[in-house]
């Protein structure tokens, strides 16, 4: 039997950030230049059930039973196989390489999850829609972290930009002017677990004041979307702005968070914000084409360790959304 491969984009959440852990709305973005992949070799010299593991990029060489039977990678390969009603699966041999930087808030997790459950469905020679593989990761984000919203399995399996709410259909986004945005790492490690961890222990301790702080990020968010569709730069950036500020009164920024975003605001970008978790990771600058150049260059200088630069296209997006829901 030939390899099968199956690869899923990175990604980077534009707006709604841990409020969409308490059922606001959020909007993110797939990064098709960063990917995660998962080859499948079949392996008929082994007995039933023999699954080899290799992930270089993380220095894991073993076979799937020796994980702990609460691994992220156990407990996937334990999913499919009771969707599929299967009692074993073929022997067979499992790499996976990804280019997505770990614990940097551009869901280097879910990518792998969501390849491994589409590579595997094509390996067994099944198919599953993409609602069945977001909702099979959506299973393993659980492990990971205890409470996910479903926004990052949700975008990175339709690789669409989104505007997402829990327990909603995720709505396309339909971009009314070409965006092009920055997105600089700090190149610190930070583990969305842990940041949500310390927003529910803070929320708990301070209901009143954690819910309005997300009840005005959902009106950011709200607000960002129609400025997104009637394509209002000026607008979005501004919108960026606000909700940075309440991730910073959330707790969630740090000093080289705070550090990237005004660099990239005194280069001439149009808003920004820290994207993901927080605590460490990457900021998102919205930026015109124009200035994109010397936002890049402070940034660069500034010690931001990577920076991306995407456009969310016009037309592309108008073309490509609809197929979002479907
Ligand atoms: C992580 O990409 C975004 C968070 O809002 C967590 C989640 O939505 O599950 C911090």
């Known amino acids: 039997m030939p390899a099968i491969s199956a690869s899923a984009p990175g990604k980077i959440i534009l707006f709604g950030e841990h409020a969409v852990v308490y059922s606001r709305p959020a909007i993110a973005i797939p990064l098709m230049q960063l990917k ?3 080859f499948f070799l079949a392996d008929p010299t082994a007995p039933l059930g023999n699954i080899k593991l290799t992930a270089a990029d993380i220095g894991m060489q073993t076979n799937l039973n020796d994980l702990a039977e609460d691994h992220p990678f156990r407990v996937l390969f334990q999913l499919v196989q009771n969707h599929f009603q299967l009692d074993h699966f073929p022997a067979m041999s499992v790499k996976i390489r990804s280019e997505i930087p770990i614990a940097a808030g ?5 990518a792998v999850s969501v390849a491994l459950i589409h590579g595997l469905s094509l390996f ?9 593989i977001s909702a099979l990761a959506f299973e393993v984000e659980k492990v990971y972290h205890g409470t996910p919203s479903g926004v990052d399995n949700t975008v990175i399996t339709y690789e669409k930009p989104v505007f997402f709410m829990k327990d909603h259909l995720p709505e396309p986004i339909y971009v009314g002017n070409d965006c092009t945005f920055l997105i600089a790492d700090t190149g610190i490690k930070s583990m969305t677990s842990s940041v949500v961890g ?3 222990i803070n929320w708990e301790n301070n209901r009143k004041h954690y819910e309005s702080i997300f009840d005005s990020i959902a009106s950011i968010t709200q607000e960002a979307k129609e400025m997104l569709i009637s ?8 919108l960026m702005n606000k909700n940075y500020h309440l991730l910073v009164q959330m707790g969630v920024s740090c000093d080289p968070l705070d550090h990237l975003v005004t660099v990239a605001l005194h280069a001439g970008a149009l808003g920004a914000k820290l994207s993901g978790a927080g605590k460490g990771g990457n900021i998102i600058a919205l930026v015109q084409e124009s200035s994109a150049r010397d936002v890049r260059l ?4 500034a010690g ?3 920076v991306i630069q995407i456009t969310l296209n016009k037309t592309e997006s108008t073309k490509t959304a609809k197929k979002v829901i479907s």
């Open 106 to 110: 551009l869901g280097s997790g879910t």
């Open 231 to 238: 394509g209002d730069e000026k607008q979005i950036g501004e």
């Open 298 to 301: 402070a940034l660069e200088n």
């Open 198 to 200: 310390e927003v529910r």
């Open 304 to 306: 931001a360790t990577r």
């Open 36 to 38: 995660a992949t998962a």
């Open 124 to 132: 067994l020679g099944a198919k599953l829609s993409a609602a069945q």
